[in-house]
T-cell receptor, first 114, second 111 residues
Framework: NAGVTQTPKFQVLKTGQSMTLQCAQDMNHEYMSWYRQDPGMGLRLIHYSVGAGITDQGEVPNGYNVSRSTTEDFPLRLLSAAPSQTSVYFC?????????????FGPGTRLTVT | EDKVVQSPLSLVVHEGDTVTLNCSYEVTNFRSLLWYKQEKKAPTFLFMLTSSGIEKKSGRLSSILDKKELFSILNITATQTGDSAVYLCAGTTSGTYKYIFGTGTRLKVLA
């Protein structure tokens, strides 16, 4: 199993550009989420999904869109990048089998918006 | 609003010291509390706690949950330089799968 994979690892965007951060998992987990991590702010939830076709907003959803057409993939779209979106982005997945909610994280994408 | 608060924000100790990291939570429909270790990459799972008073242990690390007082502690004994990291705790809610993370405790262990 590859676990949770994210691409790209690094990205530099100009203000106003759009892009999609890719996330995929091969563990058949129903729950997937996107976080951003800024210095001193911990992990803040952007969007999450409890299954294919079902998404919901987290704590900081503005400026981001998500969709979940398959169990495996959960891309995050930046509609019009802003310097405030400079951050490290983590995708994570988990499942509720056996009552376990352990969350597995991808390696992260470091995004800089100039 | 759900929140998780960790203390201290940062800590510097010497090898061999014992440290206690704190995590308090206010989470609606609380289900579990998780601890993660984060070095210069993605967080890695340490413990998940669902029941009060039952200590979870892994080597020199241990953790316990108090559901009455709404807090958890993570203990690290005989610290080593490899323990230097940010330690995150997160509360989860029943039914929503949401994780609410604290801001983390940055631990630095000096040789």
């Amino acid at each position: 199993n590859a676990g949770v994979t994210q691409t790209p690892k690094f990205q530099v965007l100009k203000t106003g550009q759009s892009m999609t951060l890719q996330c995929a998992q091969d563990m058949n987990h129903e729950y997937m989420s996107w976080y951003r991590q800024d210095p001193g702010m911990g992990l803040r939830l952007i969007h999450y999904s409890v299954g294919a076709g079902i998404t919901d907003q987290g704590e900081v959803p503005n400026g981001y869109n998500v969709s979940r057409s398959t169990t495996e993939d959960f891309p995050l779209r930046l509609l019009s990048a802003a310097p405030s979106q400079t951050s490290v982005y983590f995708c994570a997945s988990s499942w509720s089998g056996g009552g376990a909610y352990e969350q597995y994280f991808g390696p992260g994408t470091r995004l800089t918006v100039t | 609003e759900d929140k998780v608060v960790q203390s201290p924000l940062s800590l510097v100790v010497h090898e061999g010291d014992t440290v206690t990291l704190n995590c308090s939570y206010e989470v609606t429909n609380f289900r579990s509390l998780l601890w993660y270790k984060q070095e210069k990459k993605a967080p890695t799972f340490l413990f998940m706690l669902t029941s009060s008073g039952i200590e979870k242990k892994s080597g020199r690390l241990s953790s316990i949950l108090d559901k009455k007082e709404l807090f958890s502690i993570l203990n690290i004994t005989a610290t080593q330089t490899g323990d230097s990291a940010v330690y995150l705790c997160a509360g989860t809610t029943s039914g929503t799968y949401k994780y609410i993370f604290g801001t983390g405790t940055r631990l630095k262990v000096l040789a």
